[in-house]
C-alpha cells in the first residue's frame, strides 16, 4: 500500500513540473513577443501576414540597388517649368529623378494638354528606366486653387462649410478629385485642417472651414472624396499658424500648452483616417513644445515630426515639409542646405523646393549624410515610404514578389490613354460645373 501511494506521489509531482514547465515557456512567449520564437510554439502567419512580409521584402531588394543619390534624389518635391514636355528637357546620363513635382497655374492651359503635359513626363521617365514621377498641387478650392482656368470651379473652404451640408460638400469635393485623377495629378495638398481663431485669421481666412466642429467634419469629408477618387490628401499646416505669412516671415505661436493641444494639435489627431494620408509641416515655431529650450522651426524638429506627429499622433504616411525656401527659413539663421539636413533628421520624407534646380543640393546631403548615421537611417526611412507610396499609386509595378520601374507606352498607347483620360475629364468637369452652377450661380 505504502509503495502504491509512493509511486503515486511520484506521478503527481511529475505531472505538476511538466505543468509548471509549460506555463513558464508560454511566459517566455509573452516576454519575448515580437522577438525569438518559442521552444514550445511557432506562431503561424496568415496568408495576408506572408504576403505583406514578401511584399516588405521587395521594397527593401529594390532599395538596396538604388544609390544614395537616387534615395535623396527621390524625396524631392520641385517645380518644373512650361505646359509642354520635351524629350531634351533633361540631360539623362547625368539626371537624378526628383521624387515628385509641384504644378502651379502656370503648367495648366487646358483639361486636355494638362493630361498631356503629365502623362508626356511620366512616359519619358519610363522610356529612360527611370524611377516615374508623382504630380501634387494646392488645390483647396477659393483663393488657394491652381486649376481655376482649367477644372470646374471650387469653392473656397468656408464657403463649402456655410453654404454646404456634409453629404452635398462630398459631391462637390469627389468631382474635384476625379479632376484630379485624369488630369494626371497624385497628390493634392489638401486640405486645411486648421481652426480659424483671432491669431491666424489675417494669414487663412477663408482657407479654413471654420471653428473646430466644421474643421473636423469637412476635413474628413475633403479626405474621404480625395482617398475614394484615387488622390492622396495631405493635411496643413501641421501644427499651425498664426497671422505672419510664412513666404516672408517666421511664424512664432505662442500658446501656452492647453491651448496648443485644444487649438492648434486637436484638429489633427481628430482626423479620421490617419494611415492612408500625408500631413504638411509648418515652419512655424511653438515654443511650447521645447520645454524651456531653444525653439526652432516645427518642419527641422525631431520633437515636433517624428515624436508628435508620427509616434505620439500616429501619422505613417508622408511627411511633407512646406517649401524649405521660404523666407521664413532663409531669413532666420537657416540656408538651404542646413535647413534640408535638419528637416531630413526630423523626419520629414518629401523636402518641398518651389524651384526647379535641386541636383546640387543632392551633391551636399550626400557629403553630410556619408558621416552621419542618424541622417542615412532616415534617409532610408523616407525612401521606403516613398517606394510603398509609388508601388501604390502605380508608378512602380509590383509583380511575382518583385518591384520595377514602369515602362513607357508606345505613340499609340500613350495616344489612346490620353484620350480615354480626356473623356473621363470632362465628364468629371461638366458634373463639376453643374453642380457649382445649383448652388453659387454663374
Known amino acids: ?143 488657394v486653387n491652381r486649376l481655376r482656368d482649367v477644372a470646374s470651379p471650387l469653392p473656397s473652404a468656408s464657403s463649402v462649410a456655410k453654404f454646404l451640408k456634409p453629404d452635398l460638400a462630398k459631391a462637390i469635393y469627389d468631382y474635384a478629385a476625379m479632376q484630379l485623377a485624369t488630369l494626371g495629378i497624385h497628390v493634392n495638398l489638401g486640405p486645411v485642417v486648421e481652426i480659424l481663431t483671432e491669431e ?24 474621404k472624396s480625395m482617398l475614394e477618387n484615387d488622390v492622396y490628401p495631405v493635411a496643413k499646416h501641421f501644427p499651425g499658424n498664426n497671422a505672419d505669412d510664412p513666404h516672408l516671415g517666421l511664424p512664432v505661436i505662442d500658446f501656452d500648452l492647453s491651448k496648443v493641444n485644444d487649438i492648434l494639435i486637436a484638429p489633427f489627431e481628430k482626423i479620421e483616417d490617419k494611415e492612408n494620408i500625408g500631413v504638411l509641416v509648418a515652419h512655424s515655431v511653438v515654443p511650447a513644445f521645447f520645454d524651456g529650450n531653444e525653439a526652432i522651426p516645427s518642419c527641422l524638429s525631431k520633437k515636433v515630426v517624428t515624436e508628435l506627429l508620427e509616434n505620439q499622433l500616429g501619422y505613417n504616411g508622408l511627411i511633407f515639409s512646406d517649401d524649405l525656401l521660404m523666407a521664413a527659413l532663409q531669413e532666420n539663421g537657416y540656408d538651404s542646405v542646413e ?15 518651389a524651384q526647379k534646380e535641386y541636383m546640387p543640393f543632392i551633391e551636399e546631403i550626400v557629403k553630410l549624410a556619408e558621416n552621419d548615421e542618424e541622417m542615412l537611417l ?55 460645373k453643374d453642380f457649382y452652377q445649383m448652388y453659387w450661380g454663374n
Open 1 to 143: 500500500m505504502k509503495k502504491i501511494l509512493y509511486l503515486i506521489c511520484v506521478i503527481c509531482l511529475i505531472f505538476v513540473f511538466s505543468c509548471s514547465k509549460k506555463v513558464e515557456n508560454h511566459s517566455d512567449i509573452e516576454n519575448d513577443f515580437g522577438g525569438e520564437k518559442s521552444d514550445e510554439i511557432e506562431v503561424a502567419l496568415s496568408p495576408e501576414e506572408i504576403e505583406r512580409q514578401k511584399y516588405e521584402n521587395s521594397v527593401s531588394d529594390f532599395i538596396s540597388k538604388m544609390t544614395l543619390e537616387e534615395k535623396i534624389g527621390q524625396m524631392f518635391l520641385v517645380t518644373i517649368g512650361g505646359t509642354e514636355f520635351s524629350d531634351l528637357y533633361y540631360d539623362v546620363e547625368n539626371f537624378i529623378a526628383p521624387g515628385g513635382y509641384l504644378l502651379f497655374a502656370y503648367n495648366f492651359v487646358n483639361g486636355e494638354q494638362g493630361i498631356n503635359f503629365t502623362s508626356d513626363i511620366e512616359n519619358w521617365f519610363g522610356k529612360n528606366d527611370l524611377i516615374k514621377p508623382y504630380f501634387s498641387v494646392d488645390q483647396e478650392g477659393g483663393l
Open 200 to 223: 491666424n485669421q489675417e494669414f487663412l481666412d477663408t482657407r479654413s472651414f471654420g471653428d473646430k466642429d466644421k474643421v473636423g467634419i469637412y476635413s474628413d469629408i475633403f479626405i
Open 339 to 353: 535647413a534640408i539636413s535638419m528637416a531630413i533628421k526630423a523626419g520629414i520624407n518629401v523636402l518641398m523646393i
Open 378 to 432: 532616415q534617409i532610408e526611412k523616407s525612401a521606403k515610404k516613398i517606394v510603398d507610396f509609388k508601388v501604390k499609386k502605380g508608378l512602380l509595378d509590383y509583380s511575382e514578389e518583385k518591384i520595377q520601374k514602369g515602362k513607357g507606352l508606345t505613340a499609340e498607347e500613350l495616344a489612346q490613354y490620353q484620350s480615354e483620360k480626356y473623356e473621363n475629364f470632362l465628364k468629371a468637369y461638366n458634373q463639376g
